[in-house]
């Protein structure tokens, strides 16, 4: 056995291509960062590999030649450390999707040990195939297309260090060659290997873009069943179907989600617009913190909540009851909303989509209108007659659930074309009263600014033109004066005001 180790290592010289150990750190480099821009490791980790490994490469140049025997048995040890770490990551976690991440980690701490010691082109091809890991890794949490532009570096890089490892085999092999040197004042040729690459490059391109012309087309497979992971659960106890909102001050599992609270019972960052009410009297506060990530083929109005009482300030629900719907196999099919006008012929188009959750957020599910199947991983939800959707926990970070919706795609033209509503409907009565808190301007305003217009659809179009061009949206105004209305005073008296009273005067 001693004689066959010492054969193995007496058949792989140290290697001085210098170009070859660049490539294969950019490639490593590239790696760690594309890991770090998904946030698969801690960023402390990310940055002091990257600053670390270009110093780790160098003293490996440097040392190429050595035993470095005492060098081993100290990464050896810092290795253990690291998979111990590893180990204590992954011992509570109960799915494979909780393991990515301890096991992004582990990667690159074995890249960051092993730059130190990479003296020949097998070591080399180790980093290589551990950033190979690491990438892919990454890519399977990335869920933008600007990873692309990650995954187009990295490959550049790594064919070039596939493209100098041959280099480098070719000038070992050569006539007089050293093994693992390179004569001096002599260059390895790069035509003889250049040129067969180019051709391959071409031919697949080619063959490609033919493939992809005289290929038919079939129709897309529906996808069975679409990707859930619930990392952790805030269980919400004794749910009946009502809204939490977590920015609740005290326990998010046992407080009542509400907001028309003052502002004093919320969290600092937290919105108020969750719960039982929406009150317009209160002023929340933005931040650049990401919420959730969506992945869908069209952008849309994420929708989580529905109000459709208005009185002093105060949006609430009509109706608070909600419905048990329960899941048919892997997803959960919602019924239409009785709330929605079918007396016209409607296109729908199917649209799906998946959260990916940043924050803790209540527990509703966002989804583009009209929701047709949820994928949670619950046996049942509540639903509102306004197809608001309640499950039985808090959304926590890290959550992932998919939408599948039959968003409305009818044109303007459509709508002006769809016959009036029957204002007798018992439906609409809640929408046609005006509060008795706002002025009695409210009406001649109205009438004067849907003047001249004909159907529902532009009578819409003229408020809101109107609102575009005598308000200014602007999130810290000041308090409204007592006893005035909130909308009536954003209306008549002031020229800024925030999303809820934008929206509260277009409805």
């Known amino acids: ?18 170009p070859y150990r660049a490539a294969i750190m950019a490639t490593v480099l590239i790696s ?8 698969a490791v801690p960023r402390s980790v990310g940055v002091v590999s990257v600053a670390v490994i270009p110093f780790g490469f160098v003293f490996s140049y440097v040392r190429r030649g050595s035993r470095n025997v005492l060098l081993k048995f100290g990464l050896a040890g810092a290795l253990f450390l690291a998979f111990a770490g590893f180990l204590s990551g992954v011992r509570g976690a109960a799915t494979i999707d909780e393991t990515r991440l301890p096991l992004a980690t582990l990667f690159v701490w074995v890249q960051v040990l092993h730059s130190v010691d990479v003296p020949r082109r097998r070591d080399l091809g180790f980093s290589f195939a551990a950033s190979i890991a690491l990438i892919s890794l990454a890519g399977s949490l990335a869920i ?13 890089a790594a064919g070039a260090s596939l493209a100098l490892r041959h280099l480098a085999e070719l000038h070992e092999q050569a006539p007089g060659a050293a093994p693992g040197r390179t004569e001096p004042g002599k260059r390895p040729r790069t035509s003889g290997v250049l040129r067969p690459l180019a051709g391959v490059v071409a031919a697949t391109v080619v063959c490609t873009t033919v493939a992809f012309v ?23 106890q004794g749910f009946t179907g009502g809204v939490l909102n977590p920015g609740t001050r ?4 046992r407080g009542r989600g509400s907001g028309g609270g003052p502002e004093s019972n919320f969290a600092r960052d937290a919105y108020m617009g969750y719960g039982d009410d929406l009150n317009l009297r209160v002023r929340g506060r933005l931040s650049d913190t990401l919420v959730m990530r969506v992945r869908s083929p069209e952008p849309a109005l994420w929708r989580a909540q529905v109000f459709d009482s208005y009185s002093d300030g105060r949006w609430t629900s009509s109706d608070k009851d909600t419905d048990t719907v329960r899941s048919f196999g892997s997803s959960i099919n919602i019924p239409p909303s009785p709330e929605l006008d079918r007396s016209f012929g409607r296109r729908d188009r199917e649209v799906v989509q998946t959260f990916f959750i940043e924050r803790q957020l209540p527990n509703l599910i966002f989804h583009a209108y009209e929701p047709r199947e949820v994928f949670v991983p619950e046996s049942s939800v509540q639903v509102d007659d306004f197809q608001s959707i309640r499950v039985p926990f808090i959304l926590e970070p890290d959550t992932i659930y998919s939408v599948i919706s039959e968003v409305p795609a009818a044109t303007p033209e459509d709508l002006r074309l769809s016959p009036p509503p029957d204002l007798s409907d018992p439906r609409l009565t809640r929408y046609l009263e005006v509060p008795g808190s706002l002025s009695g301007g409210f009406r001649e305003l109205a009438m004067q600014v849907t003047s001249g217009q004909q159907t529902s659809y532009d009578k819409v179009q003229a408020v809101e033109n109107w609102l575009k061009r005598t308000k200014r949206y602007k999130i810290d105004i000041p308090p409204d004066p007592p006893g005035r209305d909130p909308v009536d005073v954003f209306v008549f008296d002031r020229h800024e005001g925030f999303c809820e009273q934008i929206a509260a005067t277009m409805s």
């Open 1 to 18: 056995m001693a004689a066959r180790l010492r054969r193995l290592i007496a058949d792989a010289p140290a290697s001085d291509a210098i």
């Open 32 to 39: 760690i960062v594309a890991a770090m821009t998904q946030e």
């Open 144 to 156: 933008s297309s600007g990873f692309g532009f990650v995954v187009i570096a990295y490959a550049v």
């Open 214 to 236: 005289a290929l038919p087309r079939f129709p897309g497979i529906s996808v069975a069943s679409l990707p859930i992971a619930i990392a952790r659960r805030t269980p919400v």
């Open 250 to 253: 005290g326990d998010p599992s």
